[in-house]
């Protein structure tokens, strides 16, 4: 888990629902230990989480929490799903950019 307030691993004693329920902006990271892509997505989820406070970030391990993973129909790691006014899909590695023009675009966040 990251010490930013915002981004938080996901534990088997967490309510997942009760987590996005209590934000309006939430970002669901889902990844693995093992994945080079995922490995290099961390930093730029560190860097969301700082830029964009009013984002909850909730890192979901795939190979922990498979329920989860079926539930959103997860294929493949990394990938975000923002739930909020709207929802969006990110997969895999790509620039930061695209995640602060989606997060601008879809919940007009600055």
């Not at 969301?48 to 790691?77: Q, R, W």
């Not at 929802?87 to 995640?99: A, E, K, Q």
Request: glycine letters at 4%; a neutral charge; hydrophobic letters at 40%.
């Amino acid at each position: 888990m990251t010490d930013l307030v915002n981004a938080t691993e996901l534990t088997p004693r967490a309510n997942l629902n009760e987590m996005i329920q209590n934000s309006p902006h939430v970002i669901l990271y889902f990844y693995t230990t093992w994945c080079k892509p995922c490995k290099q997505t961390e930093p730029m989820i560190a860097e969301i989480a700082a830029e964009f406070p009013n984002v909850m970030i909730i890192k979901i391990n795939a190979d922990s929490h498979p329920l989860i993973c079926a539930g959103y129909e997860i294929k493949s790691v990394p990938i975000m799903i923002g739930i909020g006014e709207r929802r969006f899909y990110l997969s895999g590695y790509g620039p930061i950019t695209n995640v602060r023009k989606t997060l601008e675009k879809e919940w007009n966040l600055k």
